[in-house]
Each structure stands twice: as C-alpha cells, then as structure tokens.
C-alpha cells in the first residue's frame, strides 16, 4: 500500500469515527435536537449550555475519544509499514474525526466547532502540547469568560507548538514530512478559527456571550 491511499484511508476512519455526534445523540435521548438550541452547533459548549454540566462533559468527552479512537486505529494500521509517517497518518485520522464532527453526512453536514475533538487530537498526538493549550484556554476563559476566544487561541497555540517541537526534533516525523505535517497543523487551526467566524465578529463588536456557573452547576448565558 503506498502512503497516498494510507493518508484517504486514515481520513475516511477519521471521518466515519468524527460523525458520532455525542451531543446530537445525548440530546435525543433527552427529546432535545441540540442543533435547535443555543448557537445551533451540536458541540460540548452548545450541549453544556443548553443541557447542563453533566450532559456537556458527556459530550466533551465523548467527542475528545472519537478522536483519540481514530489516531490510535491509524496507529494500529500502520505502524509496521510507515514507521516514519505513523505520525503523520495520525494527523490524518484525527483531522478526519474533525470533518465528521463538523460536517456530518447524516446531519445535513451541520455538526459542531470541532474543539474537543480538536483536544483529543492534541492530547494523542503529543501530550506536552495538551497541557500548555489546557492552561492557556482555562487562563483566557477564568480572565474573559469568552470561551470562543480561548477556543480560537488555543488553536494558534496548538500549531505554534507543533512547528517548535517540530523543529526541535521532539516528533517522530521523517524529516521529509514535517513540512507536511505543518500543513495539517494548520488546516487543523484554520478549520477551528473559520468555525468561529461568527464568534469572532462578536467578539469585535463587543457582543459576544459569556458564560458563568450558575448555582444549579448549568451554564447560563449573559
């Protein structure tokens, strides 16, 4: 098998795993279509609002697995064959979990933001980078309570580690492919900025929602 065909089957695994819409299926088991509450998006932050706490870290954890789930099966695929590339293949499958995530076949490609999933990809793919965007995303939130804010910063956090640790020779990438992987570093952040471009312009206008915990434990809006 050549890596071509390794790269579109890591990202159809990837995509088929991403399209398990924890939030949608939570919600439905609750006689609740997530997508027509809040800010419509099937993902953690919508789910957590609209449906509490414990429904939004189902959630959450449930679409950092599918990620996770899709890297390892990747991993397991193709270990033996492209040792050099294993990690690259991993990307592949993780950025796949994320096109399921936000754009769903059975949905009508209407999905979430692909942030947790995004944070499953992260934690397997090299944990260091996990607990840098962890702590940078709950400083941003505690400081602003602008979760889209912390969600778009941890992004360019994500890819500004991956070219440093990159170039510092901590990945097992194949010197060949690490311009690669940099590319799919970046249509990782790209995808979750683009994702937010409604939050964005809220942001710059001032109108953007911020949240806090309510003595319920749910998350309400203001």
């Known amino acids: 098998m050549n890596m071509i065909l390794a790269r579109g089957i890591c990202i159809v695994v990837g995509y088929c795993l991403g399209m398990f819409q924890t939030g949608y299926i939570y919600g439905k ?64 499958a993780g950025f796949g979990a994320v096109l399921g995530h936000n754009f769903p076949a059975y949905l009508k490609f209407k999905g979430g933001k692909g942030i947790a999933c995004t944070a499953g990809f992260i934690l397997a793919f090299y944990p260091p980078m996990a607990v840098l965007c962890l702590l940078l995303f709950i400083v941003v939130v505690a400081v602003t309570r602008y979760v889209s804010l912390g969600s778009i910063l941890v992004m360019l956090c994500f890819f500004a580690q991956l070219v440093v640790f990159g170039e510092m020779g901590y990945l097992k990438i194949a010197p060949g492919l690490k311009m690669e992987a940099y590319m799919v570093g970046a249509l990782f952040a790209g995808m979750g900025i683009w994702r937010h471009k409604a939050n964005i312009g809220r942001l710059l206008t001032g109108t953007e929602n911020k949240f806090s915990f309510s003595k319920s434990g749910n998350l309400e809006k203001k």
């Open 29 to 92: 088991l609750h006689n609740v279509d997530i997508r027509q509450h809040g800010s419509g998006n099937a993902g953690a932050t919508n789910t957590l609002r609209t449906l509490g706490l414990k429904a939004g870290l189902i959630t959450f954890l449930g679409d950092l697995c599918k990620a996770i789930l899709a890297m390892l099966l990747a991993w397991l695929l193709f270990r033996g064959t492209y040792p050099g590339g294993v990690m690259l293949l991993e990307m592949y």
